[in-house]
DNA sequence: CTCGGAAGTA
DNA sequence: TACTTCCGAG
């Protein structure tokens, strides 16, 4: 069954934080697309629910440890509906996006990983409120730390915006 | 554990 | 395209 909501309207309220429904979209897809490993990895370093089982690295600027493997495959199987889901495979995921230049590995440090926020976030989190124990990732750009209360107008900023690349040098 | 090729899925 | 599955190598 497919939602019948207006995308201008649906806002997502996670702990204190509201998140418009675009905000769980890729790039540039105005229909609906299927949510990517590292929407979800920054969903659950929100929640602190889940700080038991993976959190942001103090200290390192956008370095995240998976602290339950095991459970953290489980929540993205879930997710995904891909019940055999587990860390080995998970983990191959995540590799890939060494080359999607998304992450990275902290070599040495097991079940360490590194955002590459600098071209991330900004591309696809314009609003972005990002208020964990970790450093402050996003400041310095154009002021993004807004509430969150997303109106139909920001959707077409967004959607034009997004093509105005921050790609490599 | 971590890496990355190769084949398969939707 | 974005993983999922399988797996040999380091």
């Keep these: 069954m497919k ?4 995308l201008s309207s649906l806002i997502i309220s996670v702990s204190g934080l509201a998140f418009p429904d675009w ?5 540039s897809s105005p229909g609906s697309r299927q949510i990517q490993l590292w929407h979800f990895i920054l969903e659950l370093l929100q929640k602190e629910e889940f700080r038991h089982v ?9 370095e995240f440890v998976i602290k339950d ?11 995904k509906c891909k019940p055999q889901m587990n860390y080995d495979k998970l983990s191959r995921a995540l ?22 926020f600098s071209k991330l976030i900004f591309v696809n989190y314009p609003l ?3 208020r964990c124990p970790a450093p402050p990732l996003l400041l310095g750009a154009a002021g993004m730390c807004r509430p969150a209360v997303v109106s139909t107008g920001l959707q077409s900023e967004v959607t034009a915006g997004q093509r105005g690349m921050v790609g490599p040098a």
Excluded: C, M
């Design 3 to 6: 939602s019948p909501e207006p």
């Design 23 to 27: 905000a769980y979209k890729a790039e």
């Design 54 to 62: 993976i959190a942001w690295q103090q200290g390192e600027y956008g």
């Design 69 to 79: 493997p095991d459970e953290v495959a489980r929540l993205w199987g879930r997710r």
């Design 95 to 116: 590799r890939y996006y060494y080359n999607k230049r998304i992450l990275h590995k902290t070599k040495g440090k097991r079940f360490t990983y590194k955002f590459n």
């Design 128 to 130: 972005w409120d990002l």
